[in-house]
């Protein structure tokens, strides 16, 4: 199981009531699961041609067991030839945020060593990045085509306002995604469509803010934090979970239970 860490509720940017310190994934594990639900990213290199600046690229990716970013690159293409003379480079990964959101949304760079994967590993790194990118089937053999893997050096992890620091790269690599990434935004969506009164009560009973509306803004195996608009302004919270949990079903298995105990 990943690491957990605990942090203070001002990493939350939280407005309310201070309360106990509560357990939550490390930012290594939000990094990794940041990666494998993401599929294309901001790739930065070393400019060839303005030596000094970095050169932006958009890049699909997909990320080995270890975490790793895997580009399938040309040879014509400037970031190819830019990371052929200084393999230095950075991976912007940013969470899909919209209207208002857009700086609480999540997001990582990754700095390290892009360079090519070894002939002994082609086929196995090809079967990764297919399996996320099916469409590049039709290109993936052409001989200017090569698969480059990005090595990290360092993380620096950004989960909205007040929530930030730095990974190491070796706590990346032990960490794996959270095993509730996948079914998340259905679990959000479900819950600021069909339960804003129940959102409301756990605030008030496990956080001591009284609001009138609640938004559910995210979800892991150990809680979720709330948006909640109340009389003295917009307020956030995070509330741990009674358990842990590793699924769509056992989520809502214990978000009634709290429920439950609430009333």
């Known amino acids: 199981m990943s690491s957990t860490e605990t942090t203070a509720p001002r990493q939350h940017a939280s407005t309310g009531p201070a309360g106990p310190v509560l357990a939550e994934p490390s930012h290594a594990e939000r990094v990794r699961t940041l990666l494998a639900l993401a599929q294309v990213a901001t790739l930065s290199t070393q400019s060839r041609k303005h030596p000094g600046y970095p050169f932006g690229s958009l890049m699909p990716f997909a990320t080995d067991e270890a975490g790793r970013a895997i580009f ?7 970031h190819t030839q830019n990371l052929k003379g200084d393999p230095r480079c950075s991976l912007f990964v940013g969470q899909a945020a919209s209207g208002e959101d857009v700086l609480g ?9 892009a360079e090519p994967v070894p002939a002994e590993e082609v086929a196995s790194v090809r079967a990764i990045y297919l399996a996320r990118h099916p469409g590049s089937s039709y290109w993936v053999d052409f001989a200017d085509f090569g698969f480059f893997r990005l090595e990290p050096i360092d993380l620096y992890y950004v989960g909205g306002f007040g929530v930030m620091g730095w990974v190491q790269a070796e706590d990346y690599r032990r960490s794996g995604p959270d095993p509730l990434s996948e079914a998340a935004p259905g679990i959000l969506a479900h819950m600021n469509a069909d339960h804003v009164d129940s959102m409301i009560l756990l605030a008030r009973v496990h956080s001591g803010l009284d609001a009138s509306e609640a938004t559910m803004t995210s979800v892991d195996r150990l809680g979720f934090t709330l948006r909640l608009k109340t009389s003295e302004g917009m307020k956030g919270t995070r509330i741990n979970f009674l358990r842990e949990v590793t699924d769509a079903r056992q989520t809502r298995t214990v978000l009634v239970e709290m429920v439950r105990q609430a009333k």
């Open 72 to 78: 399938l690159i040309s040879n014509m293409a400037m």
């Open 105 to 113: 949304a999540a997001r990582a760079t990754i700095v390290g060593n």
